[in-house]
């Protein structure tokens, strides 16, 4: 992961992260096979009452909402590296078991659990528990959610009140509790809503039973709560309208195409795009009166936007075309046609308007409307490493090679923004910064557009999971989040420029799909810009077809700092020629070089390049002169030398080379 944060840990530190991971791993298989014992239900409820408490007092003193707020003293830090699958079975198949059943550190293969939220949630920045019951009362047991908690941007154990935990995990969490713990999206269900915020106070699990809905009903409770804009809450009445008039033979045909259309709606403001288009095209009537064309026309144009947000645009082309026939002379898809024209200009010709990119990005959120320009590159084997870009033609030097929309972004200033320390024991317990934050986007977008799954599993990752095609069970993806992290791990980017309030702890980093097969060289032939989530990829001299397109991932000039940060974030250890050329040199040249280059760069701070007299420029070539000496002229002949980079441009800036 390339990004622009840096965490500096004594060794102190570093040892302290990684005795508790390990001593952590060692008590959970100290207690594997443990049966599950009772605990005092009143005090663990008492516990996360006091903590939800304590967090809704806080968010209202300082003004906040929603979940925790990075700390600016301390980063959240856990383990990586003990994978499991998620569960791949079908609900009906699966055995009930009882949650007194369950054993430590276990795998519950076949069974599913049925439990009741009876307290309110718990948020953490890394997880989020709950106390839950079994089919007794004085059966009760944390629940806990990791790191990918929400549903329809809403927090799934606060969305409902009951639950169905596909083959359950039991374990010991962080902090060395024990807990049922989820880690896949697709492990639990939510089998009763929660309408009423106080549900988890009914301990009888005889209260909880809601009573049975009509279709009709449902669609009136999601169109409540679409207009309380509660949007997770719609989504799942109008599925449940949906489910009822197929229990009941289907029902009228208007109330089902009637909330379809709804749900469409709400599955568009909920960015699932592949569901907003089924939805829409579902609910099409094909009636000749005006009402109906009007309704058709409403739903053509949701598939429109849905297919527009996808990048899918000859199909946003076709069903804003199909909405035109119906009820002609909308400006706003005339708008959305003109616009498809610019974004396929740009897809065939890589015609941009850059300068029109970077003006929206405040409008845009950094995300500016575009299409991606790659069909000068295409993916095969490459003989450096695994699958690499290559050039479909030649490209000359300074030409754009690709522009690519990040798949997803987060900015540092963006409540999702979360970096965490991670200690992976797959690899001698190597600690990295890792942007979890990117890691939750990414994952809930999978699991709102399951088109978008394979493409992202076909990238690099050190963890096959599920292997590279799409799993649905239950009508829902398959996501092995651990697959996911493993991803973005080895793929993800720095964004950019950097927010103020930005350090490590809430780093701006995005996934771009094409630009992630671009395998690694320091003498590479190809720089990348960032017009916020766009980038756009250089020629930095003239590539022939054919030839593999490379970038360097690391450009410091420090080689053992470049080193150890692609070897510990990317894995590999690189052999290119200037690799080979600074392995060469003596640590006593390369420490020497180092300090100059700092001193350069010290005096470039300090001293403007314009109008500078004889003085400052002689000093300015003496330190060019002093960095020169530290390179073999025969070994880095025709190689970059980047501890001369600065000073360069400072020297040519002062007219004075």
Same mark, same amino acid.
């Given at each position: ?120 949630? @718990? ?21 806990? @959610? ?5 549903? !329809? ?116 403001i909920l960015e699932r795009h592949d569901e907003a288009i089924a939805d829409a095209l579902t609910s099409l009537t094909r009636g000749e009166d005006e009402s109906e064309k009007s309704l058709d026309a409403k739903a053509y144009f949701r598939a429109g936007t849905a297919a527009y947000r996808l990048g899918n645009f000859g199909d946003a082309k076709d069903y804003f075309n199909e909405q035109l026939k119906l009820v002609p002379g909308s400006r706003l898809t005339s708008t959305y046609l003109e616009k498809i024209e610019m974004r396929e200009r740009e897809m065939s010709d890589g ?97 709102? !557009? ?138 006593? @040249? ?26 400052? @420029? ?19 002949? !025709? ?19």
């Open positions: 992961m390339a990004t622009n944060a840096t965490i500096f840990m004594t060794p102190e530190e570093s040892d302290r992260v990684q005795t508790r991971v390990q001593d952590l791993i060692q008590k959970r298989r100290d207690q594997k096979g443990q049966k599950w014992e009772p605990c005092d239900s009143i005090s663990l409820i008492q516990e996360a009452t006091s903590a939800s408490l304590l967090q809704d007092l806080s968010f209202a003193a300082l003004g906040l909402g929603g979940a925790p707020k990075k700390s600016q003293d301390t980063i959240v830090a856990y383990g990586v590296g003990v994978p499991y699958l998620p569960s791949t079975a079908k609900l009906q198949d699966l055995v009930v078991m009882k949650l007194g059943d369950i054993c430590m550190e276990t795998h519950h293969r076949g069974c599913v659990l049925s439990l009741r939220r009876v307290s309110p949630v @718990v948020e953490m920045k890394s997880s989020s528990w709950a106390v839950v019951q079994g089919n007794l009362q004085n059966e009760v047991e944390r629940l806990e @959610v990791f790191l990918h908690r929400s549903q !329809n941007e809403r927090n799934i154990l606060d969305l409902g009140f009951e639950f169905l935990i596909k083959e359950p995990y039991y374990t010991l969490n962080n902090q060395g509790q024990r807990t049922i713990r989820i880690d896949h999206p697709s492990d639990i269900f939510i089998s009763a809503h929660n309408d009423d915020p106080e549900s988890w106070r009914r301990r009888d699990r005889s209260e909880g039973l809601q009573k049975h809905c009509t279709a009709a009903e449902c669609k009136d409770l999601g169109n409540t709560a679409l207009y309380d804009k509660d949007y997770a809450l719609a989504q799942a009445h109008y599925t449940e309208g949906l489910r009822v008039l197929m229990a009941e033979g289907d029902g009228p045909n208007s109330l089902k195409h009637d909330i379809y259309r709804n749900r469409s709606h709400v599955n568009l015609l941009y308007d850059f300068e029109k990119a970077l003006r929206s990005l405040p409008k845009t959120k950094g995300r500016p409307d575009a299409a991606d320009f790659i069909r000068r590159t295409k993916v095969k084997s490459s003989p450096v490493s695994g699958q690499g870009l290559f050039a479909a033609d030649d490209i000359e030097a300074n030409d754009v090679i690709m522009c690519e929309k990040a798949f997803c972004v987060v900015w540092g200033n963006e409540d999702k923004a979360f970096s965490a320390l991670t200690c992976d024991v797959r690899d001698d317990a190597a600690i990295r910064v890792f942007p979890a934050g990117l890691h939750q986007a990414v994952v809930q977008k999978l699991m709102k !557009n399951p088109s978008q799954i394979e493409k992202v599993l076909d990238l690099f990752g050190d963890y096959e999971g599920l292997g590279k095609k799409l799993h649905e069970r239950d009508g829902i993806p398959v996501v092995d989040t651990f697959q996911i992290h493993d991803i973005v791990q080895r793929n993800a980017f720095g964004a950019g420029q950097r927010p103020e309030d930005e350090d490590y702890r809430n780093a701006s980093t995005g996934l771009w799909i094409r630009a992630s097969y671009i395998n690694h060289s320091c003498i590479g032939n190809a720089k990348k810009e960032l017009f916020g989530d766009l980038m756009v990829l250089r020629a930095t001299r003239k590539i022939l077809a054919g030839e593999e397109i490379m970038h360097s991932y690391d450009e410091t000039s420090d080689y053992d700092a470049r080193s150890k940060a692609l070897h510990l974030t990317w894995g590999f250890h690189c052999s290119c020629r200037l690799c080979i050329a600074e392995a060469q040199d003596s640590p006593a @040249v390369r420490k020497k070089r180092l300090m100059l280059e700092n001193d350069a760069k010290i005096f470039i701070e300090n001293t403007k390049a314009t109008g500078a007299g004889i003085i400052a @420029v002689n000093r300015a070539k003496r330190l060019r002169r002093s960095i020169e000496e530290t390179f073999n002229e025969k070994r880095y002949k !025709n190689l970059p030398r980047r501890a001369l980079l600065g000073i360069e441009q400072w020297i040519q800036a002062a007219g004075r080379g």
